[in-house]
């Protein structure tokens, strides 16, 4: 089993900046990636970005690329979500999930959530 704790949701003015992280415990020697999703009102859960653990390989959406980053410190388990130039339609409760399997499209773990909220 693998424990995710998200941390850095808050409320923002659009244009402004907020660090998303997400701290991994348990049986995390398995992971081989890491990924952010969002969760908009009355909207279905959507891919944001991700990160393969042992060689950083990177993919993003198309709505926030150039605009965030993704990252992850091995030694602290964690992985960061840097969101800059956030938008009002990037309010959303956003979800840390952490994969197995190279081979699944299925992510197996998933955090609580954190609320991210950006004002006009």
């Known amino acids: 089993q693998v424990q995710l704790v998200e941390s850095g949701g808050g409320l923002v003015q659009a244009g402004g900046s907020l660090r998303l992280s997400c701290a991994a415990s348990?049986?995390?020697?398995?992971?081989?990636?890491m990924g952010w999703f969002r969760q908009a009102p009355g909207k279905e859960r959507e891919f944001v970005a991700s990160?393969?653990?042992?060689?950083?390989?990177?993919g993003y959406a198309d709505s926030v690329k150039g605009r965030f980053t993704i990252s992850r410190d091995n030694a602290k388990n964690t992985a960061y979500l840097q969101m800059n130039g956030l938008k009002p339609e990037d309010t959303a409760v956003y979800y840390c999930?952490?994969?197995?399997?190279?081979?699944?499209?299925?992510?197996?773990?998933w955090g609580q959530g954190t609320q991210v909220t950006v004002s006009s």
């Open positions: 999930a952490s994969r197995s399997s190279p081979l699944s499209a299925s992510w197996d773990y």
């Open positions: 348990g049986r995390t020697r398995s992971t081989y990636a």
């Open positions: 990160i393969t653990w042992n060689q950083g390989f990177t």
